[in-house]
Antibody
Framework: EVQLVESGGGLVQPGRSLKLSCVASGFTFSNYGMNWIRQAPGKGLEWVAYISSGSSYIYYAETVKGRFTISRDNAKNTLYLQMTSLRSEDTALYYC???????WGQGVMVTVSS | DIQMTQSPSVLSASVGDRVTLNCKASQNINKYLNWYQQKLGEAPKLLIYNTNNLQTGIPSRFSGSGSGTDYTLTISSLQPEDVATYFCFQHNSWPLTFGSGTKLEIK
């Protein structure tokens, strides 16, 4: 069974950093591109970042480019999102998802507030 | 960036109705269009991928169509469990983009 489990969220002050993790199981992680997608409270979905299976291709939404870094460790079956210079508008539920699939995690909440 | 515009933003219909949700892209997305259903408090669920392919396990009352810039999700006979918000999503080009959603309610 495919499982994606996010962690690392929490309450953080504006301007600070946070690193999210997504541990994958039930499939060959190293064969698939991965995405981070977020949803602000009561709002729609926003794609955040993509990383290809071998990390050769990486893309970001303009809203996070230069502040967020997506990475992965295929040996650990883990996807990461390093978030720096956090802003209140980054407050959201962050999902990891297998690219072009129906598999999403349950999400991890990030709240940016003083 | 490709903008995805969904209409209507809210749709109220009766059980058994045929329901149509619309999604318009700001440029041709070559049928690289997915539909997601999100119920309150849950992660989104993939219903349709690449315009008209039904995801495994999704009831056959859901179907998708379209081409170019215009796409449609149809529910042939609305059921109470279909109450949710529906999002379209283009994966033709970067950055990937979602529509703002259609909230589907039961009359």
């Amino acid at each position: 069974e495919v499982q994606l489990v996010e962690s690392g969220g929490g309450l953080v002050q504006p301007g600070r950093s946070l690193k999210l993790s997504c541990v994958a199981s039930g499939f060959t992680f190293s064969n698939y591109g991965m995405n981070w997608i977020r949803q602000a409270p009561g709002k729609g979905l926003e794609w955040v970042a993509y990383i290809s299976s071998g990390s050769s291709y990486i893309y970001y939404a303009e809203t996070v480019k230069g502040r967020f870094t997506i990475s992965r460790d295929n040996a650990k079956n883990t996807l990461y999102l390093q978030m720096t210079s956090l802003r209140s508008e980054d407050t959201a539920l962050y999902y990891c998802a297998i690219h072009n699939s129906g598999y999403w995690g349950q999400g991890v909440m990030v709240t940016v507030s003083s | 960036d490709i903008q995805m515009t969904q209409s209507p933003s809210v749709l109220s219909a009766s059980v058994g109705d045929r329901v149509t949700l619309n999604c318009k892209a700001s440029q041709n997305i070559n049928k690289y269009l997915n539909w997601y259903q999100q119920k309150l408090g849950e992660a989104p669920k993939l219903l349709i991928y690449n315009t008209n392919n039904l995801q495994t396990g999704i009831p056959s009352r859901f179907s998708g169509s379209g081409s170019g810039t215009d796409y449609t999700l149809t529910i042939s006979s609305l059921q109470p469990e279909d109450v949710a918000t529906y999002f379209c999503f283009q994966h033709n080009s970067w950055p990937l983009t979602f529509g703002s959603g259609t909230k589907l309610e039961i009359k």
